[in-house]
């Protein structure tokens, strides 16, 4: 059963960092893709990130490209999502998921996430 | 394409049949057989309910069922019991490893 605790969530002013970790549990962690998803208060869900199995390759959406790094360490079975440069409409639950099937297509959430709240 | 376009609301009574549509372009829906399905309740975590446009996990009930026609996928719930209340996304590989999400489709069990 895939178990996945989120942290690092909080209360920020808009230019400032933060750093979310997802501790996985229930799974061979480094056989599988991990995404972060994020939800707005009261909107959809935004796919954020994927880091490959192995850590090789990194993809991001649009609005987070080069300000957002998701990182993994197959040791402690954790993948990390450092923030920068954080803006009001960053402001959302943060999800971890597990990457399942063809190009780790199918999302397996198995958190409650963790809040990010970006205000002046 | 920013979102994929699912209907804002359908609606059914107990033992209905009722089909969410989520459309994107060639580039997302159309160009890949990637295309799953969320169920998410207030205040919880999404749920996988469909991956790879008709596959269903383990543990998913069989009444859901989805399929996929030119840029256009459906996610269709037979038997409608009022536990299907909830929110429903779509999702799909939009090529190189991205994703896009549908803006989410609210059921009602009437």
């Known amino acids: 059963q895939v178990h996945l605790v989120e942290s690092g969530g909080g209360v920020v002013q808009p230019g400032m960092s933060l750093r979310l970790s997802c501790s996985a549990s229930?799974?061979?962690?480094?056989?599988?893709?991990m995404h972060w998803v994020r939800q707005a208060p009261g909107k959809g869900l935004e796919w954020v990130a994927i880091?490959?199995?192995?850590?090789?390759?990194?993809y991001y959406g649009d609005p987070v490209k080069g300000r957002f790094a998701i990182s993994r360490d197959n040791s402690k079975n954790t993948v990390d999502l450092q923030m920068n440069s954080l803006r009001v409409e960053d402001t959302a639950v943060y999800y971890c998921a597990r990457g399942s099937g063809s190009y780790a297509s199918a999302f397996d959430f198995g958190g409650q996430g963790t809040m990010v709240t970006v205000s002046s | 394409q920013s979102v994929l376009t699912q209907p804002h609301s359908v609606s059914g009574s107990p033992g209905q049949s009722v089909t969410i549509s989520c459309t994107g372009t060639?580039?997302?829906?159309?160009?890949?057989?990637?295309v799953s399905w969320y169920q998410q309740y207030p205040g919880k975590a999404p749920k996988l309910m469909i991956s790879e446009v008709s596959k269903r996990p383990s543990g998913v009930p069989d009444r859901f069922s989805g399929s996929k026609s030119g840029n256009t996928a459906s996610l269709t719930i037979s038997g409608l019991q009022a536990e299907d209340e909830a929110d429903y996304f779509c999702?799909?590989?939009?090529?190189?490893?991205?994703?896009?999400f549908g803006g989410g489709t609210k059921l009602t069990v009437l």
């Open positions: 880091v490959f199995y192995d850590g090789s390759n990194k």
């Open positions: 229930g799974f061979t962690f480094s056989s599988y893709g």
């Open positions: 999702c799909s590989h939009a090529g190189s490893y991205t994703f896009i």
């Open positions: 060639s580039s997302d829906v159309g160009g890949y057989n990637l």
